[in-house]
Nanobody, 129 residues
């Protein structure tokens, strides 16, 4: 059974950092483009970052560029999102996702939901003083 499980969310003060993790089971992440999305209260889910299966290309939403870093550890079947200089507007539920097919060249721009078929359940990030 394909499963993605996020962890690492929590409450942090503005300017703080969090590292989100996403562990996969039931399939090999190394073959897939991976993405992080978030959904703020009352808003639509938006793409935050993606990384291709070759670990060469990464894309970021303008709102997080220079503050967030996506990475992957294929040996551990995991993907990460390091979030620094957090702002209140970063608050939301963060989801990891894997592309619909292996070797999918979809990390050419900020990720779009329709390109990803496998989703985690989400982890809450709250940035507040």
């Amino acid at each position: 059974q394909v499963q993605l499980v996020e962890s690492g969310g929590g409450l942090v003060q503005p300017g703080g950092s969090l590292r989100l993790s996403c562990a996969a089971s039931g399939f090999t992440l190394a073959y897939y483009t991976l993405g992080w999305f978030r959904q703020a209260p009352g808003k639509e889910r938006e793409g935050v970052s993606c990384i291709d299966n070759s670990d060469i290309t990464a894309k970021y939403a303008e709102s997080v560029k220079g503050r967030f870093t996506i990475s992957r550890d294929n040996a551990k079947n995991m993907v990460f999102l390091q979030m620094n200089s957090l702002k209140p507007e970063d608050t939301g539920v963060y989801y990891c996702a894997a592309s619909s097919t292996p070797y999918s060249p979809v990390c050419t721009a900020v990720p779009r939901q329709g390109q990803y078929a496998y989703w985690g359940q989400g982890t809450q990030v709250t940035v507040s003083s």
